[in-house]
Every structure is written in C-alpha cells, then in structure tokens.
C-alpha cells in the first residue's frame, strides 16, 4: 500500500526565512506532485516531478525528487506572507492516469 | 478556458437522506476523479473515471456511495443515507489522456445535521 508522510505538518516561519518541507513514500512511484491550497479553496498545482533528480522551480519555491530516497522536497526561499497556505504532496503510479495519494498537508504560515 | 466544476458548492443535509453532487470536467479531459477531504487532513480517493472502461471504485468508503458518469462527461456522486461522518468537502478533478497534471474544481461543502 502506498503511503504518504509529510513533516512538518505545521509550520509557523518569520518573512525572509528559508525552511523546507518534507514529503516521503513508501513503494516505488511514478511521479510526484506539489500542491497548494488556500483557506476555502480548491487545489493549485505547483510541480509535477517525473524523475529522478527532478528540480523545478517557480518563484520562492523550489521542489526535488529522489526517488531512490523516496523523497521530495519543497524549499522555502525568503518567505513571504502570500505563502500562507496548506500544501500537499502526493504520488500515484501506473503510468499518466491514476488517482493521487496524498499526504496529511502541511500548514504554513508566514509572520512578518 | 472554464475549469472544472462542481455544484452545489454548498450543501446541508440531514443525516438519512440522500444526496447527489455534481462535477463538470474540462472539456477533452478523459479521466475524472473523486477525491474527499475532511477538515484538516489531506484527499482521500473514492473513484476514478477513465473513458469508457470500468470505473476504479477501489476507495469507496461503503456501498452508500456510488458515482456514475456518462461517456467523458458529467459524472454525479450519490451517498445514500448519509451519516455525520460523510460530512467533508467532496472534490472533483479531471485530466487528458497522456498528461499528468490533474485539475481540480472548487469542491462541495457537505455537511450532514
């Protein structure tokens, strides 16, 4: 069964700190996903990381895959308060189509 | 383009009764899924449309859910007799064949009384 952890599941940073969120899995998957999601709202997409290795960036925020580590991260750079939001990674496998797992979501919030 | 969409975006039922939601995926877009999320924990998977095949029921939670959906259109999610732990927001998403990225719409409230 796959499963997904991610750490912390709260976090509490100052404006123009870096930190980094963790999202591990437990069996072989075939992509990895970042999402974000705002109080009330619906699911953003940020990164889809398909390989190992993969680093994709946009903006402050910086995702990466290991996939021998079963490891994603998501770096932080310079925190904003427009980063406040929930954010979640998940994995799927079976080629391009399939449902995500999820992992619990980790709740930023960015203080000035 | 329009998103995907979901009615009603709000929804107060009592518990025993029937209730039937709605998602509207992006036009083209093969796949659709239903997720659900209860306050404060990540999306549980429920169903999974792809095409014409047989839909992927393998997350749903009792036999008191059942989605169906016509051809790569709409697709209804029906919980019979509901229960207070139903209460959740029910998401929609959709994707084209061969592409990863899911889209998701902006959810039904369900809350059960």
């Known amino acids: 069964e796959l499963k997904v952890e991610q750490n912390p599941l709260f976090l509490s940073m100052q404006e123009g700190k870096n930190y980094t969120i963790y999202c591990n899995y437990s069996?072989?998957?075939?992509?990895l996903y970042w999402y974000r999601q705002d109080p009330g709202k619906s699911l953003e997409s940020l990164f889809v990381?398909?390989?190992?290795?993969a680093v994709k960036q946009e903006g402050r925020l910086m995702a990466s895959l290991d996939t021998k580590a079963r490891l994603s991260t998501l770096h932080i750079t310079a925190a904003v308060h427009d980063l406040s939001a929930t954010y979640f990674c998940?994995?799927?496998?079976?080629?391009?189509?399939?449902?995500?797992?999820f992992g619990k979501g980790t709740k930023l919030s960015v203080k000035p | 383009g329009a998103g995907v969409s979901q009615s009603p975006s709000n929804k107060v039922t009592e518990k025993g009764k029937d209730v039937e939601l709605r998602c509207d995926p992006i036009?083209?877009?093969?796949?659709l899924y239903w997720y659900r999320q209860r306050l404060g924990q990540g999306l549980e998977f429920l169903i999974y449309?792809?095409?014409?095949?047989?839909?992927?029921k393998s997350g749903l939670p009792s036999d008191r859910f059942s989605a169906e959906r016509t051809g790569e259109s709409v697709s209804t999610l029906t919980i019979q007799r509901t229960q207070q732990e139903d209460s959740a927001v029910y998401l929609c998403?959709?994707?084209?064949?061969?592409?990863?990225?899911?889209?998701f719409g902006p959810g039904t409230r369900l809350t059960v009384t």
């Open positions: 998940a994995v799927t496998y079976g080629g391009s189509q399939g449902n995500l797992i």
């Open positions: 069996t072989t998957s075939d992509r």
């Open positions: 990381l398909l390989s190992n290795g």
């Open positions: 036009s083209g877009h093969t796949a």
């Open positions: 449309f792809q095409g014409n095949s047989a839909p992927d």
């Open positions: 998403a959709s994707n084209r064949l061969a592409a990863y990225e899911q889209y």
